[in-house]
């Protein structure tokens, strides 16, 4: 953009850019600290899990907007959990996109897990976009009280 002397000023950076360089910045400042350092694409891993320990079982929630239950597969082997399916958006005929932030097509996640699964004994339940798998521990693994006795 040229102002009214003829000089060129600096386009401004997109804010994007500006946040990923930040982020190195900081990376390579705490990396002599021992931090661990994350992808920079790490906020676009999907699907995005939380994962919870719930006594006797351990709570996986995996957020899916825009994905159908019949297009997710769910398998357990071992100490994994792998989400693989297809999200697919569908726009108005004729539109055309000025921004696409979510992606689409096919992904695969696997979560692993401190033990191995039973998987006859998981549970798995698709509401509103969100799927909650119930991973049942085995007993070695749950929490037990510990009584104490006065002597």
């Given amino acids: 953009m040229a102002s009214f002397l003829g000089r060129v000023e600096p386009r401004p950076e997109d804010p994007w850019t500006t946040f990923e360089r930040l982020q190195r910045e900081m990376q390579s400042l ?3 600290a021992g931090w661990r350092e994350l992808p920079l694409d790490a906020s676009r891993v999907f699907p995005p899990t939380n ?5 006797e079982s351990l709570v996986l929630m995996a957020e899916l907007p825009g994905v159908r239950e019949s297009d997710l597969d769910i398998s357990v082997q071992g ?9 697919s958006i569908q726009y108005p005929e004729g539109a055309s996109a000025h921004r696409r932030e979510r992606q689409v097509g096919a992904f695969h996640r696997t979560v692993e897990l ?13 509401r509103h976009g969100v799927l909650i798998l119930h991973v049942p521990k085995p007993r070695e693994h749950q929490r037990r009280q510990v009584q104490v006795r006065a002597s």
């Fill in 51 to 55: 994962l919870y320990d719930a006594s």
């Fill in 79 to 87: 100490n994994q959990v792998v989400l693989r399916g297809q999200r």
């Fill in 114 to 126: 401190p033990f191995v699964v039973d998987a006859d004994k998981v549970d798995a339940v698709y």
């Fill in 30 to 32: 705490l990396a002599p």
